[in-house]
């Protein structure tokens, strides 16, 4: 069964959040490696960019209704599941972000009466924060003990799952992964020149703005910059601290410094422009972004929480600031933009990393190792 064709059936978040981008570039990969996917969202997910003859996109309609206060997003998600499972004949079944998706791919074995593994990859925050919720916590304890395999995209986040839910389950750690054809170093003078029409500095910051990414600390951190280095802030991505980074741009009189750029389907463009990225969050399980901006050759500087040391080797590819000394980021940065040998040093070493210990052939070669596992006799 080593080399045979699966047929994979994929549930994720469409949105750009880190889960959608995992499991839409991990059916890429897959889908490249001849297996037939099946890929069920609420809406198209934001990567999903070009056509690929063996993806196939299940959209899954919720309808209301007078009596729903909540339409029952679970319910409708696994009936088209069931569906898709029987007509394509899947063999397994992997989900992304365990919120609802194990549970109606849990549902989904029950209805159809056939052995369907199901493989759960947890990416943070619904173990960390939705997970931690009483209104879902033993729901989530029961999904993850009867899921076939347990993924996790870092060693931080299983340690944290088997702490916070009491599990005795094996579980593999397989960190995330970035195609590094397509996230390269090289800015296209035209979006360099449009962010930096004077020669300035580029720093950017790329986040769903969600309170955990605290992304007004980018705004802080960048006027502390600008004391010392011409610069321009580029904020890619959208979310609820949106208005409160414009705001705190507005407040710190550097809002003319500052571009909201809203939520971009191409980063793999963007990020090559920036001299440093800045990524402040409370806690990160991983830290897709900023694996992301190490590919195109753009140092990382980010808070020593969660997975992020498992990604960033301080010093070396990136800095790691400690959570007591987060008022430093921006001195940390200034100082990496006026050394511009110790930042080159840094980005080409980043760029090293993401190639060799962050490339997608060998992750997802861990993910297809997973689903011959879970469908061995
Ligand atoms: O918080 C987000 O950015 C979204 C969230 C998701 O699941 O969509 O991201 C989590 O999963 C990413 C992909 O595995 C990780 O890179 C992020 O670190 C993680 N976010 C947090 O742990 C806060």
């Known amino acids: 069964m080593t080399s045979a064709t699966l047929k994979i059936g994929v549930v994720c978040y469409p949105t750009f959040g880190g889960s959608g981008v995992v499991a839409t570039e991990l059916c890429k990969g897959m889908a490249q490696r001849g297996h037939e996917i099946h890929l069920l969202s609420y809406a198209p997910p934001a990567r999903l960019s070009a056509f690929d003859k063996r993806i196939h996109l299940h959209e899954v309609e919720v309808s209301s209704y007078p009596l729903f206060k909540y339409p029952p997003y679970d319910l409708a998600l696994a009936s088209r599941l069931a569906e898709v499972a029987e007509e394509a004949a899947l063999d397994l079944v992997h989900v992304h972000y365990a919120i609802p998706h194990t549970v109606a791919a849990l549902l989904v074995k029950e209805i159809l009466g056939r052995d369907l593994p199901v493989v759960t990859t947890l990416h943070g925050t619904d173990i960390t924060v939705v997970g931690q919720d009483p209104s879902y916590k033993r729901v989530m304890r029961w999904a993850l003990r009867n899921s076939d395999a347990v993924t996790c995209v870092s060693a931080y986040l299983e340690e944290r799952t088997?702490?916070?839910f009491g599990l005795d389950n094996a579980m593999h750690v397989i960190p995330n992964f970035v195609d590094t054809e397509r996230f390269r170093p090289g800015a296209d003078p035209a979006i360099r020149g449009c962010f930096a029409k004077g020669g300035?500095?580029?720093?950017?910051?790329?986040?769903?703005?969600?309170?955990?990414?605290?992304?007004?600390?980018?705004v802080d951190a960048f006027a502390r910059v600008l004391e010392s280095v011409p610069a321009t802030l580029v904020m890619v991505g959208d979310g609820p601290e949106r208005a409160a980074c414009e705001r705190r741009a507005q407040d710190l009189r550097v809002k003319d410094r500052v571009r909201f750029v809203g939520a971009q389907a191409d980063v793999q463009n963007l990020l090559p422009a920036a001299d440093l990225f800045l990524l402040p969050s409370?806690?990160?399980s991983f830290g897709l972004a900023a694996l992301e901006a190490m590919a195109c050759g753009v140092v990382p500087?980010?808070?020593?929480a969660g997975g992020l040391p498992e990604v960033i080797r301080d010093g070396e590819d990136g800095v790691l600031i400690p959570e007591s000394r987060m008022d430093d980021m921006g001195s940390v940065a200034a100082s990496l933009l006026a050394d511009d040998p110790r930042r080159e040093r840094m980005a080409a070493a980043a760029r090293e990393a993401a190639v060799g210990r962050f490339g997608r052939d060998g992750v997802v070669a861990q993910y297809e190792a997973v689903y011959r596992g879970v469908l061995a006799p």
């Not at 950017?204 to 309170?211: A, E």
Request: charged share 35%.
């Open 162 to 164: 088997r702490e916070l």
């Open 282 to 284: 409370e806690f990160e």
């Open 200 to 218: 300035e500095r580029v720093l950017m910051h790329v986040s769903n703005f969600r309170p955990v990414k605290r992304a007004p600390l980018v």
């Open 301 to 304: 500087v980010v808070t020593d």
